[in-house]
């Protein structure tokens, strides 16, 4: 009995992650976007808006966000491979894989037939901090060591998340914390990493792309924030971020034009001088390049 109402409500948290998209050996069904119901922001320091554990599935099933959901999303695969778009770059993930989205990212991933993944969504004003702080911010997939009690530490967050009993929010919080940092500390990155003072200002200059990237800032002027020549910081950012600092730019320019055009009435011109772009027809065909459609295509699709 125990077993049978643990296995409904475990199905009843997988249906609250918009599953939309199924397939077989002998056929496929079309990606259609679906509402979210547990898509918001908290004003707490934590906040778990949704977890649980796919598995059983006997087929392969895609989700798609492509806009993103405003909390993050943190998925664990137990077992199996987890087939993931990561700013536009196609990962297989393996057991012992974590793919972390952020706010606003563009969501695709395929389970395959048999794979066990756990996942969850959370929010609130230290929640970006918390990924920060555990060095779990610049990438998105990460490889864990053997020897973790990640999917004990799931299971426990599940049963308090479902169970609700006294006190279950504060649990569930600092669970949460203990999730995040078991995952930093098996990472693979971090595990063996003697560079986190390299790393931490590869962070400061993200940070700093973010602040001006509507102006014409040049490399030069990153690579002297880090005491490098421009060679070192180059390589130095490619070897950290998995890309040139010029191209990392443009993605971080390219994502705002995105969030402008999903969430402004700003015409295309000003979207391109908010931007950093030089004028809007190099504006147009940039973001054409990238995403298959012009700007005013992409916004009247998305309207």
């Known amino acids: ?55 059983n599935q006997n087929r392969n099933f895609s989700i798609l966000r492509s806009k993103g959901r405003v909390d993050f999303h943190l998925i664990y695969v137990e077992s199996g491979i987890l087939e993931a778009e990561v700013d536009g770059k196609m990962h297989f993930l393996k057991k012992g894989d974590v793919l972390v989205y952020k706010s606003h990212q563009k969501q695709f991933y395929t389970h395959e037939k048999d794979t066990v993944n756990y996942w969850i969504h959370f929010s609130g004003l230290g929640a970006e901090g918390l990924l920060k702080r555990a060095n779990l911010w610049i990438k998105s997939v990460y490889s864990l060591k053997d020897g973790n009690n990640i999917s004990g530490v799931f299971d426990a967050i599940i049963k308090e998340f479902t169970i609700k009993d006294y006190q279950h929010k504060l649990l569930c919080e600092a669970k949460l914390i203990e999730l995040v940092a078991e995952i930093s500390r098996y990472a693979t990155d971090n595990y063996s990493c003697e560079n986190t003072q390299s790393k931490n200002l590869i962070y400061a200059v993200i940070e700093k792309m ?22 070192r910081f180059e390589h130095l950012f490619k070897e950290i971020t998995g890309f040139p600092p010029h191209r990392y730019l443009l993605k971080i320019r390219l994502e705002k034009a995105l969030y402008l055009l999903n969430n402004t009435m700003l015409n295309v011109s000003e979207i391109s001088n908010m931007t950093g772009f030089s004028d809007s027809l190099y504006f147009s065909r940039i973001f054409k390049k990238y995403y298959k459609v012009s700007p005013t295509k992409y916004r009247s699709r998305n309207i």
């Open 1 to 55: 009995m125990c077993c049978k109402i643990w296995t409904k409500l475990l199905l009843t948290y997988m249906c609250a992650d918009d599953i939309i998209k199924y397939g077989s050996d002998d056929m496929q069904t079309k990606v259609t976007e679906f509402n979210d119901k547990t898509n918001f922001a908290s004003n707490e320091y934590l906040h778990i808006n949704s977890c649980g554990k796919n598995q």
């Open 210 to 231: 973010r602040e001006d990237c509507c102006e014409k800032t040049d490399m030069e002027t990153y690579a002297n924030m880090c005491s490098l020549s421009k060679y």
